[in-house]
């Protein structure tokens, strides 16, 4: 009797998991499909050759496959799903089939938040993304329209997603800290960190054209610098031709 209560129970475990597996096959199956004309106008895809593009809308439907993507107190359509997926294809599409290791979800909200998470009646609202700690673990969160404005908008220097995902690249290899050991060689390491240093004291005297954000520490100055070298790469590598070559290096765009 106690053989067969057993066989139950590791049938009963068996079921469970195929049930939860076919559940999520199906969240998959419902995913939206980006097309080409979805891509078309972002100018990274631009840039690519033909072969790059298609792998690059492979890549795209690959992460809205993977990644669930929900709205909180807004509705989302399937383009702004795309722009999600574009975002973190751009950084790391040199290194072909990555996928973020620690995160499940994106959480889309109706307007910027605070850090109570609220979008109404607060003027500290000023958040446009985040990656998720505590009980957002594994979360992203974004402002719809700082999603929507770093794709509507072409002359800017600026793209709150990719900014986020950068910052989840960094952390990568354990440590947020404007260092990205798992592009970087190690002979990069040293020089990467000088440059970063010379570029926020020239932002400290308002002589610098990145956005003064990248003040804050080490971090954000990697995330608002790749925001502008993949948004404005012709103006970026003008501007600041040393910085440029150096993030070449950590993306491998050349």
């Known amino acids: 009797m106690q053989i067969v209560i057993t066989l139950i129970f590791i049938a009963a475990i068996i079921y469970s998991v195929w049930f939860l597996s076919t559940n999520k096959k199906v969240t998959v199956k419902n995913a939206v499909v980006a ?7 972002i100018l990274f895809y631009q840039r690519l050759n033909e ?14 496959q993977r990644i669930i993507i929900t709205a909180i107190n807004t509705s989302i359509a399937d383009i702004d799903k795309i ?7 751009i950084p790391m599409f040199a290194f072909e089939g990555w996928e973020y ?21 607060n003027e500290d609202r000023n958040i446009l993304g985040l990656v998720g700690t505590g009980v957002y673990k594994n979360k992203m969160l974004l402002s719809k329209p700082a999603l929507q404005e770093g794709f509507n908008t072409n002359a800017d220097k600026s793209n709150t997603a990719i900014h ?4 989840l690249i960094d952390g990568a290899d354990g440590d947020t800290d404007g260092v990205p050991e798992i592009l970087m060689d190690k002979k ?3 020089p990467w960190m000088d440059l970063i240093h010379t570029e926020m004291e020239k932002m400290k005297d308002s002589h610098s054209d ?21 948004e404005r790469p012709e103006l970026f590598e003008d501007k600041h031709p040393e910085l440029y070559k150096m993030m070449q290096q950590i993306f491998k765009t050349k």
């Open 188 to 190: 990069y390491v040293l």
């Open 35 to 41: 097309a080409e004309k979805d891509v078309s106008g």
């Open 83 to 89: 722009y999600v997926a574009i975002s973190a294809v």
């Open 210 to 230: 990145i956005n003064p954000y990248g003040y804050t520490n080490k971090s954000e100055f990697f995330a608002v610098a790749a925001e502008y070298f993949f």
């Open 51 to 64: 072969d790059d593009k298609k792998r690059f809308l492979k890549e795209v439907n690959s992460f809205l």
């Open 101 to 121: 290791p620690h995160l499940e979800e994106v959480l889309i909200y109706n307007d910027h938040f605070n850090m109570g998470f609220e979008t109404e009646g």
């Open 164 to 167: 986020e995902f950068v910052h």
